[in-house]
């Protein structure tokens, strides 16, 4: 019980310490954009639209259906230029879809060939059937997820999901997203200066609804642990 009071008083001390608000702080990004990037996932239903500005801020909107959801404001310099990748190819499903197809086309020539036609042709049916249901299962389950996280927090402020027919546009975007990072980072900046102004960071991602409760307070905990 003491340890864990003397960290909530490490926190403390360091927030009262802290500097004014970073020069270019300006949640509502009104700077000139630079870029506009567009992902569409239409097996979701689901549309991202990102705004590059001036300054180092990043706009992420996501519209699912026909509902647009709300811009979130990042700022790029406190983000970790490094993304982390992850893919899923629904394999068996593909498989799956293959098969029914092939069991439809026999069917075909069975039915081409007057056999059995009471029992083919329902056969024939339910196999192409299958095998289109399949492959939307397929479409819709095989995706690449990129999420880039803060530099020391590790809490993830941007979610890019791709699945067939946006892999292409997230390709494009994501090495944009890379450059636009590392230019909007101070890497002559005092560590101790930048993992409080981290921690503040997460403080207002929190306040927009970007970090829940748990995940700002892990990742101070994870700052706080790098100070010297």
């Known amino acids: ?7 909530t008083s490490t926190a403390e001390h360091i927030l009262l310490e802290g500097d004014e608000l970073d020069p270019g702080f300006d949640a509502s990004g009104s700077g000139n ?6 992902i569409v996932n239409r097996s979701h239903a689901l549309q991202t639209e990102m705004i590059l500005f ?9 519209h699912k259906r026909s509902t647009p959801g709300e811009a979130q404001m990042i700022n790029l310099r406190y983000v970790d230029p490094r993304p982390q990748v992850s893919r899923y190819f629904a394999r068996r499903t593909l498989g799956l879809s293959a098969a029914a197809c092939v069991a439809g086309l026999i ?11 009471l029992v083919t042709i329902p056969a024939a049916i339910v196999s192409f059937t299958g095998a289109v249901i399949a492959f939307a299962a397929c479409a819709y389950r095989t995706r ?3 999420v880039f996280v803060t530099r020391h927090g590790r809490a993830p402020v941007v979610e890019l999901m791709a699945t067939l027919g946006s892999f ?14 590392k230019h909007a980072q101070d890497v002559d900046a005092d560590v101790q200066k930048m ?3 981290e921690m503040r960071e997460h403080y207002r991602l929190r306040e927009c609804g970007i970090l829940s409760q748990e995940t700002c307070t892990e990742s101070t905990q994870k700052i706080l642990c790098q100070f010297k």
Do not use: T, Y
């Not at 954009?33 to 567009?38: A, E, K, N, R």
């Not at 001036?54 to 996501?62: A, I, T």
């Not at 292409?168 to 990072?181: H, N, Q, S």
């Open 107 to 117: 069917c075909s020539v069975l039915i081409w060939n007057s056999i059995a036609i």
């Open 33 to 38: 954009p630079q870029q506009h990037f567009h």
């Open 195 to 197: 993992l409080r102004s």
């Open 54 to 62: 001036e300054g180092g801020w990043l706009s992420v909107r996501q």
């Open 1 to 7: 019980m003491e340890k864990k009071g003397n960290s």
């Open 168 to 181: 292409r546009a997230l390709r494009k975007i994501v090495p944009r997203l890379i450059d636009e990072i």
């Open 144 to 146: 690449k997820d990129v």
